[in-house]
């Protein structure tokens, strides 16, 4: 019989749960608010294509699934339930993979949290974003300060024993005091990871309006007072940071979302999901209806397609991995896209010099936390050096083509 435990042949599995009970201002992944009637339709279109889709995984053992959203908690116990056993009947689930809901505080009970984990889901990503009532009101959170205590300690009763808490820094009218008081309070729930994302003003939500009708947001310089303090002082609370925005008590990283900043293969399910598996990425079309007939009716699913050649790898590789503290490494990078490591070296020495990055005693190469303040801007770089160290090596190749013909003609 196949062993399916070695490293090469992991899996992580998406669901996408689209649906909420109302949608928050500045959100713009795709999910939809009022639209409950559509998901006994779209619990048999998911259903559907983890069974059709199971084939092509066969060789592969899934070690992390994550229902994510929209709002998984809001979809309800019992459909979530059903999906699980499903990927449970129709893959390799490792004995202790990871499995991940996120919910909101709203629609997470203790006897939904309880039948989950019975069930075999083994984490919780709760949304907490703030322990500020205001803040909470200002982007239209369906949710209090207090059902999301309440919702705590309903996954603690549930015996949910890997929480991780969603926090927001630069929120409206929210301040460093009032950060630091939403930090504190989440500490004090004692969660096993904390999720702490700087608020981005998305075109098209409701919140791009207010900035553009005049609604003023703290500016750069707070938002990166408020990350550095935030670094320093879950480092003092035991938590380690492994990437730009993720921070974790020793032995609990989501191990599902490491698997995205390392590159390892995983398949999305429900509407606009994305899949990086078998050398090609490829997503799923951002349409509630379009997928249900899809799946349903063998209508138009894709909405994007494409194989991914080696040097763009070498690019994803230093953009995903520099998001991390683990960081690049030269041997690594060489034996992968059998591409020079010398110019990026320079350049990384250049920005340690700025205190933008270090070199750590393994001989990896990582951002600072002032680094990922401007992290976007830095790996820009990194990659147009490595695109002009590339073209440099290919030239030289090309004109001897171009010379080795001249002669035999």
Known sequence: ?????????????????????????????????????????????LLAH???????AESFCVDTIYFGGGTPSFYGGKRLRELLAAVKKFYHVEKRAEITFEANPDSADFKT???????????????????????????????????????????????????????????????????????EHALSLEPEHLSCYG???EEGTPLAARVSAG??????DVQADMYLWTVERLARAGF?????????????????????????????????????????????VRDLEGYIKGVLEGGALLDSEELIPQDERGSEYLMLRLRTTRGVEEWEYRGRYFMDFSPLEERLRQFAVQGLAELTEEGRWRL?????????????????????????ELLPRIRAQFQDRARKD
């Not at 983890?50 to 092509?56: G, I, M, P, V, W």
């Not at 940071?241 to 999305?268: D, L």
């Open 368 to 392: 600072t936390p002032r680094g990922f303040l401007v992290s976007n801007t830095l790996i820009v770089d990194l990659m147009e050096r490595q695109e002009r160290a590339r073209l440099s």
């Open 113 to 183: 949290l309880r039948s989950l984990r019975r069930a075999g889901f083994n984490r919780i990503s709760m949304g907490m974003q703030s322990a500020c009532p205001g803040e909470l009101e200002s982007v239209r959170r369906p949710h209090t300060v207090e059902q999301g205590d309440g919702a705590v300690a309903a996954a603690r009763k549930a015996k949910l024993k890997n929480l991780s808490l969603d926090l927001i820094y630069g929120l409206p009218g929210q301040t460093m005091d009032s950060w630091k008081a939403t930090v």
């Open 240 to 284: 380690e940071q492994y990437e730009i925005s993720n921070f974790a008590k020793a032995g609990f990283p989501s191990r599902h979302n490491v698997r995205y900043w390392e590159m390892s293969p995983y398949i999305g399910f429900g509407p606009g999901a994305h899949s990086d598996f078998g050398g090609r990425r490829y997503a799923w």
């Open 215 to 220: 609604e003023a947001l703290p500016d750069d």
């Open 50 to 56: 983890l069974k059709e889709s199971a084939l092509a």
């Open 1 to 45: 019989m196949r062993d399916y435990g070695t490293e090469g042949d992991k899996l992580g599995i998406y669901i996408h749960i689209p649906f909420c009970r109302s949608k928050c201002d500045y959100c713009d992944f795709y999910s939809l608010a009022g639209r409950e009637e559509r998901m006994d339709a779209y619990q048999k279109a």
């Open 199 to 201: 608020l981005k003003v």
